[in-house]
């Protein structure tokens, strides 16, 4: 008996407390307790953060979290949850609303986010994460946001089938990171698109970026990036697929571009690119690759492309044509004419002709769409010009 009675208060020492919020709480709250469980209805926030946690182990769950602020500094908002300091915290099943920030999390190692749901204010990012490595965004829903996540100096980030759309600037915004993982997220219809920037050895796979068609727009953009990866995913309806600037053995390989105004563009700011482009698919792209970098390094190999002739013969994706249309975008309105057409059918078949070494010798013929939507001319002709517009 006297062992059974230890063993019960055993168990109600290791037993993590929890806190019920019971119909509707006003905020603001600050909670310091390691290891608190915290579940409830509705807290409504007034001034500043309207949750924080400040303590680590910390499990918020089933919450409605409304209102916070008023401050929108992008880098410092008022969060409807704000953490410091909160290794191995758990958000779970949160409902945001009216907050400039959904979530900021500070110095929080391990951090989970699951299953948020929230829509912002157009001021600040969804979900704003620094200096948090091994952190966790997963199955959540992130619209209205300036970025829907935004990530700084967070090695070893997850961000796992997520929806972000309609938010002002990025979906997904990946600065000094490493060895991230971006996978199976869909994003859409966010006024730039999404950007994976200065970090080293990150992974962006199996996503759906679709429907960024700003003049600037682009699905994803790979900034100053090392040995990353750019594998499996599927880029629709963009202005821009995927950009290139400055990517240092980058692995681009399994994607499929279609209906894109340009599908890949290599372009630089500061180096040349090199990145291996091998087994992507290109169909019904006003253009399938775009070259703003004559000494890039890049490896095209084994690519299919509904331009491709149907014999196993050498295929140039970006033709001497493509490197002048990069300078002068405005010549988009002759992509479709008869001269340019021959012209680059003959640099494909006499390498003297090339401004450009960018040849797919294993290139594959996959079936031509019947026409071309000139709503990707248009497209084209307005992303390529404001993209030159806004670099310069």
Same mark, same amino acid.
């Given at each position: ?19 019920? &919020?019971? +119909?509707? #709480?006003? !905020?603001?709250? /600050?909670?310091?307790? =390691? $290891? @608190?469980?915290?579940? %409830?209805?509705? *807290? ?97 829903? &992130?619209? +209205?946001? #300036?970025? !829907?996540?935004? /990530?700084?100096?967070? =090695? $070893? @980030?997850?961000?796992? %089938?997520?929806? *972000? ?228």
């Amino acid at each position: 008996m006297r062992v059974l009675a230890l063993l019960a208060l055993l168990s109600q020492a290791l037993a993590a407390p929890v806190l019920h &919020l019971r +119909g509707e #709480v006003q !905020g603001p709250l /600050v909670l310091s307790t =390691p $290891g @608190l469980v915290v579940e %409830g209805a509705v *807290l409504r926030g007034g001034r500043g953060h309207t949750l924080s946690l400040l303590a680590p182990g910390i499990r918020v769950r089933g919450l409605r979290v409304v209102g916070a602020g008023p401050g929108e500094d992008f880098f410092e908002p008022d969060a409807a949850i704000y953490l410091r300091g909160c290794g191995g915290c758990v958000l779970e099943d949160i409902r945001v609303e009216g907050a400039p920030t959904a979530v900021r999390a500070e110095d929080s190692e391990g951090l989970k986010v699951r299953r948020l749901r929230a829509r912002g204010l157009g001021t600040s990012p969804g979900v704003l994460i620094y200096a948090s490595p091994q952190a966790l965004v997963e199955e959540s829903g &992130l619209e +209205g946001f #300036v970025d !829907g996540i935004y /990530v700084e100096y967070s =090695p $070893g @980030l997850r961000l796992l %089938g997520n929806l *972000l759309q309609g938010n002002t600037r990025y979906g997904f915004h990946v600065m000094f990171t490493w060895e991230a993982r971006v996978e199976g997220n869909f994003s859409r219809g966010n006024a730039v698109g999404n950007a994976l920037m200065h970090g080293v050895r990150n992974s962006v796979r199996g996503n759906r970026l679709e429907a960024h068609t700003s003049p600037v727009g682009y699905g994803l953009l790979v900034q100053d990036e090392r040995g990353s990866r750019v594998l499996e995913n599927r880029f629709s309806g963009n202005a821009l697929g995927l950009v290139l600037m400055d990517a240092q053995g980058v692995e681009v390989r399994g994607n499929r571009y279609q209906a894109n105004g340009t599908a890949l563009r290599l372009t630089r700011e500061v180096r040349s690119n090199s990145a291996q482009i091998r087994e992507n698919v290109f169909l019904g792209n006003l253009y399938d690759l775009l070259v703003d970098d004559p000494q890039a390094q890049a490896q095209v190999e084994g690519n299919a492309y509904d331009r491709a002739p149907p014999l196993p013969v050498p295929h140039l994706p970006a033709s001497s044509f493509a490197l002048l249309l990069a300078r002068q975008p405005e010549l988009s309105l002759f992509a479709l004419s008869p001269g340019v057409v021959l012209w680059e059918a003959a640099e494909a078949q006499v390498p003297e002709l090339r401004l450009l070494s960018l040849v797919d010798k294993k290139a594959k013929a996959v079936p031509r769409r019947a026409g071309l939507d000139p709503s990707l001319v248009l497209l084209g002709l307005a992303g390529g010009l404001l993209w030159w517009r806004w670099r310069s």
